[in-house]
């Protein structure tokens, strides 16, 4: 549908809770309609779909080569992105995944690989990324008046009970890091680019936390340390952590009273000492599901595979990072 601005028919892969929150984000979008569900149990997407007004219910590969199927969510548990994003993806289907992307770094770049050789949008869906807060953020950043030596301070955690589910399941890719530590990265990953450093460059160090008794990371620290750039993160799922985040560096700071915003919201609020003075920024409120779909259908409407809210750089440099947190706190 490349320069066309009609409707942007979705496929919801995996019709679990969040994927919820993106059909009622959908309703929200400026193009998208829900053409249907796909699950791994066709009963299950049938009662789904039929609450949520979807026309069309089956097996996942029934939903991606449905012709009347435009973009697909990937919304399952987090093994299962790869295939369904791979096989959507050479099905000729824009793909708004989850995070993470995949389980690896070297998954996520094969994911990336196969997006750019059929020439199809793939987007890693990290919510906060796609709204005006998040431009408001870079900007603040990239414009230098903070200064350099910039240090952030960042943590993403939640208590889940009891300890038993997806979450806490290593079959299913259960954890602290990849349910919720990707944000504080990503934050990071983004902050550190806005400010000039190479994403090459960033590495993780002092890393601390704790391995459950099923076999789960439930709680992780770490630095993720550049020339001229440090940043302190943390993740939990058993433990409510600050949802507020600051960068500060040699000439002022920025501080973000709620880094993440809701599944509702985006966050609203950036409150900025730098040469300029001092101010609070507020930049437009949207619903991040509905955001993130527009940014699909955009990318179809250009002809575009690679969304600028979340650079393909940035899904790489995020896996690579995890990679290394995960790795370091089963040895710590």
């Keep these: 549908m490349t320069g066309e601005a009609g409707p942007v028919r979705w496929a919801v892969l995996g019709p679990g809770r969040i994927a919820e929150s993106f059909v009622a984000g959908l309703r929200e979008t400026r193009t998208g309609v829900l053409a249907g569900i796909g699950s791994s149990d066709p009963n299950r997407a049938r009662a789904v779909a039929d609450r949520l007004g979807a026309q069309h219910a089956g097996r996942y590969d029934d939903m991606i080569g449905r012709d009347d199927v435009d973009a697909v969510y990937v919304s399952s548990i987090h093994p299962a992105h790869l295939e369904l994003a791979e096989a959507a993806l050479r099905a000729g289907r824009a793909v708004l995944c989850e995070k993470p992307l995949t389980l690896t770094a070297a998954d996520t770049a094969h994911l990336i690989a196969t997006a750019t050789a059929v020439g199809v949008p793939l987007v890693e869906a990290y919510k906060n990324r796609f709204s005006p807060f998040a431009r408001a953020l870079e900007s603040a950043v990239a414009l230098g008046g903070i200064g350099g030596g910039l240090r952030l301070r960042a943590s993403f955690g939640f208590r889940a009970e009891p300890r038993e589910g997806r979450l806490f399941d290593p079959a299913l890719g259960g954890g602290a890091l990849l349910d919720v530590g990707g944000y504080p990265l990503a934050l990071a990953v983004q902050v550190a680019e806005a400010a000039g450093v190479a994403l090459g460059a960033l590495r993780i160090g002092d890393v601390a936390g ?123």
Excluded at 212 to 226: L, M, N, Q, S, Y
Excluded at 290 to 306: C, T
Aim: net charge negative.
């Design 210 to 332: 704790r391995i459950g008794p099923t076999g789960v990371d439930e709680h992780a620290r770490a630095v993720v340390i550049a020339p001229g750039f440090t940043a302190h993160v943390e993740t939990s799922i058993r433990s409510e952590l600050p949802r507020s985040a600051e960068v500060v560096g040699d000439r002022g700071r920025v501080v973000l009273p709620d880094a993440w915003g809701s599944r509702l919201a985006s966050a609203g609020e950036l409150r900025i000492v730098d040469d300029a003075g001092e101010r609070v920024e507020r930049p437009a409120v949207v619903n991040p599901f509905a955001a993130e779909a527009d940014a699909v259908a955009e990318l179809l409407v250009r002809g575009e595979i690679e969304s600028p809210a979340m650079p393909w750089a940035h899904s790489i440099a995020v896996a690579r990072l995890l990679d290394d947190w995960a790795a370091a706190l089963r040895h710590a």
